[in-house]
Structure formats: C-alpha cells, structure tokens
C-alpha cells in the first residue's frame, strides 16, 4: 500500500508531527517512519525504536552512532520503494538534510516541517533544501528562508490550535516547574543542576518550595527518580515526577498556575511564556558541543521567547559543564526575581506574532498534490 515517510526524532517533533500523521490518514495512505507516542497514537507505524533517537550534542550523539546509523539505513531504503509517495521530515537536521538530499535524488516530493534554524548558524544549509517545501512557525523564520531562495509557508503553532489562550496571571500556586528537556542524557546533566537550585528555594513561612519535574514522554520519568535520588539522597517529599500533559490546554492551565519555571530551551519555554508563566531558562550541554558552539554558533539569544522579541526577556544561562555548580546562585537568583506581572507581559507580546499560520491539513494537502520533481 502507498504510504508517506515520516522521520521525527525528538519530542517536539513528535508534536508537531501528530497532526499531519493524522491528515495522511484521512487522505487514504499509510504512515510509516519514526516518531513517538503523539505520531504513534495518531497511525504512525513505527520502523524503529523511538527512544534511540533523541540524542543532542556531539558528545551525546558519538555513544549511539551505529544503532543511528542502522535507523538511517532503513528510512533510506524506504524513501527509495515505489510504494513511498513522499517524506515528511520534522525538525532532526542531522537525519533530515540527507534525507531531504535522498528525496531529490529518487524524485520524491517532500514537506520538511520545522527545518533547520539557519538564521542562528549555517545559512549554507539552506542550499540542501531548495526546490522542497518548507513548513516553519515563525514569521521571521519565513522571511530567513525565502531571503535564501527557497519557499516557506507558515504553520498554525500546535499550542495555539486555533483557541484563546488561557493565563491566570494574578494569582498563582507555590509550585516551581522544572523541565529539563527531551533528551535523556541533556536532560539528566540539566536536571542535576536543576534540582540544586530549586530544593534550595523556600516558601515565606520556611517551608521547601514544592516542585513539579516535567517530562516530555513516560520513559523519561525513571531517569529523573535516579538522578533526584543521587542528588537529593532519596526523593523528598516536595518533589515529584510526572509526564507534561499531552492536551496543550491542559499544559496551558498547569503552567499557568505555577509560581515559575527553570527549563532547558527548546519548545517548552515558548509554551511556558506564552501561558504568562515567570520563566529562567538554562542548559549544560557536554563538553564537546560547550567549545563547539562558543566558536560557532553566532545567534544573540537562544531561548525562543528571547530569539523571537529580539531582546532578553526571560533571563537565560548557558553553563560550561566544568562550571556548573559554582554557579548555581545565578539561576537562584534569576528565579527569585521573576515577575509575574512581567510575564503576562511578555505573554500577550508573544501570542500576536506566533498567531496565524496554515493548519497541518492543509498544508498536508498541498504536499499530496506537490509535483515531486
């Protein structure tokens, strides 16, 4: 039976994913390829295991190259069968760019949703995806592309999907919010800081600040429980693991009544400021990528709801490995001074320029009738 190739690696992904798997189906074909429990749940039928993909960093990625590589191999193999119509890649550059290159090669049309940020480093990499279509979710992500000749449409944010966003801005819980991240071992070298800042904070009467861990999938969370248990000694009372809900107006609700958040960057710190939730955001990348990226990577800001105003917004960290710990008060004190007026602010500034965009369905649509060469 025909079917369209999918290859998502990592939980964003996986969320935006979950629509257009959704859209396939409704159109007659199957969907095949990787993606997680969102893509799954939708009809996706998994050609590998989900949890070796989401891998980060140079030194993170080098451990699991050969079981990467025999994934590769078989998206491969399959972008190639007469019975594959075409590939939808999101966001996973490392896996998609060469894919994408497959794709033109074989005459496959192709959607890469979520492309490569080339605004922040490597605008030669725009060149790969020429003559494919693009899906990005942001304006001036659109704007970036189309300046390097190639052709960008808009896609409705997912946690937008089309209702009002709900924020409780004057009234909030005592609840910290920690999200570490997608990717197991960033997220465990995140949360091991993490934990030492927030199990520090206290409540006016004294009292430990409760804290909520967010993982993005299940699997996550018994990773997070051994690394609260090296850290903390056990598992404190005030402190729980649970999975991030995933109804995006449930996530909405939750980190709308929490008092703030310490998270890793990525997608969650957009849903966080959009929600009005007072937000820090931090990473610890290995060694490797730390060096890599001083010399590289070129961008003024990395947090999205920063790159997206053009200024600091939300207060931002990024820790050499080797100076982690010695730096802890920061993130503390970062966390001490958010404001929650401040962040309503920044949420109703943020919510007019995500707005807008083309729904997964349509744009599904005008991939199926694509020319693919």
């Not at 910290?176 to 520090?200: D, E, H, T, W, Y």
């Amino acid at each position: 039976m025909k079917y369209v190739l999918f290859c998502a690696g990592e939980d964003s992904g996986d969320v935006l994913g979950e629509a257009f798997v959704s859209a396939v189906m409704a159109a007659g074909y199957v969907a095949r390829g990787t993606g997680g429990v969102r893509m799954q749940s939708a009809g996706l039928e998994p050609v590998a295991d989900y949890e070796d993909l989401p891998v980060s960093g140079f030194g993170d990625v080098l451990p699991h190259y050969f079981g990467l590589r025999r994934v590769f191999s078989t998206l491969c193999e399959m972008l190639k069968s007469p019975d594959c119509v075409g590939l939808v890649a999101i966001d996973y550059p490392g896996f998609n760019l060469r894919l994408c290159d497959l794709a033109k090669r074989v005459g496959k049309r192709v959607l890469y949703i979520a492309p490569p940020q080339v605004w922040a480093w490597k605008k030669s990499r725009a060149r790969k995806l020429s003559g494919i279509s693009l899906a990005v979710l942001f304006a001036f992500e659109r704007e970036c592309y189309e300046s390097l000749g190639c052709h960008a449409e808009l896609l409705e944010h997912p946690f937008l999907a089309g209702q009002p966003l709900t924020r409780i801005s004057e009234s909030a819980g005592d609840e910290i919010l920690v999200l570490p991240g997608s990717r197991k071992s960033q997220a465990v070298r995140n949360l091991k800081v993490f934990l030492r800042v927030v199990s520090g904070m206290r409540l006016d009467s004294g009292k430990p600040r409760p804290v909520k861990i967010l993982a993005s999938r299940e699997s996550l969370v018994p990773a997070f429980e051994n690394t609260i248990r090296k850290v903390c000694g056990g598992i404190p009372e005030t402190i729980a693991v649970e999975t991030s809900p995933r109804d995006s107006a449930a996530r909405r609700e939750m980190y709308a009544n929490a008092s703030c958040a310490l998270a890793s960057p990525g997608t969650a710190t957009l849903e966080l400021a959009l929600s009005g939730c007072p937000l820090v955001v931090s990473t610890v990348p290995d060694a490797l990528t730390y060096v890599l990226g001083s010399l590289f990577v070129k961008a003024k800001h990395f947090a999205m709801p920063n790159v997206l105003l053009g200024r600091a917004a939300v207060e931002e960290f990024i820790f050499a490995p080797w100076s982690a710990r010695r730096r802890i008060s920061e993130l503390s004190q970062a966390l001490s001074r958010t404001d929650r007026g401040h962040a309503s602010s920044i949420a109703c500034e943020l919510e007019k320029i995500v707005a807008g965009g083309k729904s997964a369905a349509e744009l599904l649509c005008e991939f199926l009738e694509s020319d693919p060469h």
